[in-house]
Nanobody, 127 residues
Framework: RVQLVESGGGSVQAGGTLKLSCVTPDYIYKNYCLGWFRRSPGKDYEGLALIRPGTDEQYYADPVKGRFTISGDSSKYTLDLQMNSLKPEDDGMYYC????????????????????WGKGTQVSINS
């Protein structure tokens, strides 16, 4: 069973910053596409950012480009999401998810392409 554990959520003022982190098994970190997704109140799951460590694959959703930065730490097998300039619409449950690079050997930045999900960490934005 693959266990992904998120941390770093909390409550912050609009305009503030938060950093989320996800601990992954080493074989997952080395071989899978790693991403951050969220589900905001009244909305479906949406992808925020995704990387495949050791490759040039990196994707961002338009609403978070320039504000969020995804990164991996190969010494700890963790996936981070630095979130700056947070807005009220960023409120939601944030999930770490991983998927195999089964699309011509590349990732697909899509909720349905993810194979395993963490339990999530809540982010609340106070306006």
């Amino acid at each position: 069973r693959v266990q992904l554990v998120e941390s770093g959520g909390g409550s912050v003022q609009a305009g503030g910053t938060l950093k989320l982190s996800c601990v992954t098994p080493d074989y997952i970190y080395k071989n899978y596409c790693l991403g951050w997704f969220r589900r905001s109140p009244g909305k479906d799951y949406e992808g925020l950012a995704l990387i495949r460590p050791g490759t040039d694959e990196q994707y961002y959703a338009d609403p978070v480009k320039g504000r969020f930065t995804i990164s991996g730490d190969s010494s700890k097998y963790t996936l981070d999401l630095q979130m700056n300039s947070l807005k009220p619409e960023d409120d939601g449950m944030y999930y770490c998810a991983v998927g195999a690079a089964r699309y011509g050997g590349r990732c697909r930045f899509d909720v349905y392409a993810m194979d395993y999900w963490g339990k999530g960490t809540q982010v609340s934005i106070n306006s």
